[in-house]
């Protein structure tokens, strides 16, 4: 099946500094690609769509400066949290979809374990 | 806006048992996607089953079931012969289209040996 890949798994950054998380798409393209970010015990939030090409969308409440993402190819999208604070630790997970048919599966990365200390 | 609620925060079962979670959705839309995920502690996200809202019949896959209400509105899912690495966390989610998954709060499932 289709393989996405996070990396890195896990990271620790001191506050102040940024983080950048990449999701791969290893054997199909994708023009769109999803962050999620969850805490510890909860569901899944979308943070934001990833557009190939185009600026990403952010759901209500996300902050756009503060959560860069980047799409510069139809392989790889990048999360950066800028000027990371402890109330930005949290596991992020990104998936994609195979584009064409609207049945097919989203598959998930890994996920990343995001520590500011 | 679409919402999926699972009100079963924790479920246990006994090991060859069989154990039902449950899902509920909202939605005006006639046609969508319906899936069940499961997290187990390594947190990578695995596809249980899908569920196209066009098709009466019921999704199967091996041990596992769904039991799809579309005028109700439910979703759940019906594993068998459960296993001890069944225990995972098992989210419920829809999406409409080629729009994003909107996930339920999650069900903790632990299986008794």
């Known amino acids: 099946g289709a393989v996405v890949s996070q990396h890195p798994s896990w990271v620790i950054c001191k506050s102040g500094t940024s983080v950048k998380i990449e999701c791969r798409s290893l054997d199909f393209q994708a023009t769109t690609m999803f962050w999620y970010r969850q805490f510890p015990k909860q569901s899944l939030m979308l943070m934001a769509t990833s557009n190939e090409g185009s600026k990403a969308t952010y759901e209500q409440g996300v902050e756009k400066d503060k959560f860069l993402i980047n799409h510069a190819s139809l392989t790889l999208s990048t999360l950066t949290v800028t000027s990371a604070h402890p109330e930005d ?8 979809r195979p584009p064409g048919l ?4 989203a598959f998930f990365g890994q996920g990343t374990r995001l520590t500011v200390v | 806006a679409q919402t999926v609620t699972q009100s079963q925060p924790e479920m246990s079962v006994q090991e060859a048992e069989t154990v039902t979670l449950s899902c509920t959705y909202d939605t005006s839309e006639s046609d969508y996607y319906l899936f069940w995920y499961k997290q187990p502690p390594s947190r990578q996200m695995i596809l249980v089953i899908r569920q196209e809202a066009y098709k009466q019949q019921n999704a199967t896959e ?3 079931s769904v039991n799809f209400q579309k005028a109700a509105k439910s979703f ?3 594993i068998s012969d459960s296993q001890l690495g069944d225990a995972a966390m098992y989210f419920c989610a829809y999406r409409l289209g080629a729009q994003k998954l909107v996930f339920g709060q999650g069900t903790r499932l632990t299986i008794n040996p």
């Open chain 2, 62 to 64: 091996n041990r596992f």
């Open chain 2, 76 to 78: 759940s899912l019906k």
């Open chain 1, 102 to 105: 609207t049945n097919t599966e």
């Open chain 1, 89 to 96: 630790s949290s596991f992020y997970i990104c998936s994609a």
